[in-house]
Nanobody, 127 residues
Framework: VQLVESGGGWVQTGGSLRLSCATS?????????IGWFRQAPGKEREGVSC????????FYADSVKSRFTISSDNAAKTVYLQMISLKPEDTGVYYC????????????????????WGQGTQVTVSS
């Protein structure tokens, strides 16, 4: 199994980026849940968003609601994170992760539950 993030970079406050999580080796892709997490320097990794691929239900951290949108192209086995109105506090390494268990709003950001992880992509938002 491989998850490969891309699309990170440097933007100014208010800018936009679109992250991609390309997957391979996930048998029955639609059965998985894909989460996006981020880790800022000196801080713990935190959940950003999640999508249950079977029905495309989505969840977001309060800090990114209305600014970030998670979506998927199940045929391409790729999940996206569209980020707009970026703020300096969005800076960090963004990781995607996959798990077979269905997620809801009580557990979608339980980091330890996710089995497969990508290597991360750096997002830097300057003020």
């Amino acid at each position: 199994v491989q998850l490969v993030e891309s699309g990170g970079g440097w933007v100014q406050t208010g800018g936009s980026l679109r992250l991609s999580c390309a997957t391979s080796g996930l048998t029955f892709f639609d059965d998985y849940t894909i989460g996006w997490f981020r880790q800022a320097p000196g801080k713990e990794r935190e959940g950003v968003s999640c999508i249950n691929l079977s029905e495309r239900s989505t969840f977001y951290a309060d800090s990114v609601k209305s600014r970030f949108t998670i979506s998927s192209d199940n045929a391409a086995k790729t999940v996206y994170l569209q980020m707009i109105s970026l703020k300096p506090e969005d800076t960090g390494v963004y990781y995607c992760a996959a798990d077979l268990r269905y997620r809801d709003d009580t557990n979608w950001n339980n980091i330890n539950d996710y089995h497969y992880w990508g290597q991360g992509t750096q997002v830097t938002v300057s003020s």
